[in-house]
């Protein structure tokens, strides 16, 4: 079962980059979908981007259009996600989890999460 560590987050201007790292403990990433999700100040955890297992399949939600890149190294068992030209709102907590194929419904584990900052 994956237990997802994330990292990478912190305080950056708008229009900047970051590029958030996830990695689990047990190295098991390769054999699952994954997917990253935020939760904003007040407001509910949402789900921002997934991977398949191969990393040739990806979604993102319509509020990241474009901006967000996700990827994977099985290798490695870390998944990506590449942040530019940020915005205020992009403001959260950034968590990682598998999730079912084709789906962003988490499954086991969530982790500690990591803080991103976008001032304006």
């Known amino acids: 079962q994956v237990q997802p560590v994330e990292s990478g987050g912190g305080l950056v201007q708008a229009g900047g980059s970051l590029r958030l790292r996830c990695t689990d403990s047990t190295r098991t990433i390769g054999g699952y979908s994954m997917a990253w999700f935020r939760r904003a100040p007040g407001k509910e955890r949402e789900f921002v981007a997934r991977i398949n297992w191969s990393g040739e399949i990806t979604y993102y939600a319509s509020s990241i259009s474009g901006r967000f890149t996700v990827s994977r190294d099985n290798a490695e068992s870390t998944m990506y996600l590449q942040m530019n030209s940020l915005k205020p709102e992009d403001t959260a907590v950034y968590y990682c989890?598998?999730?079912?194929?084709?789906?962003?419904?988490?499954?086991?584990?969530w982790g500690q999460g990591t803080r991103v900052t976008v001032s304006s």
């Open positions: 989890a598998a999730v079912i194929p084709g789906t962003a419904r988490p499954i086991g584990s």
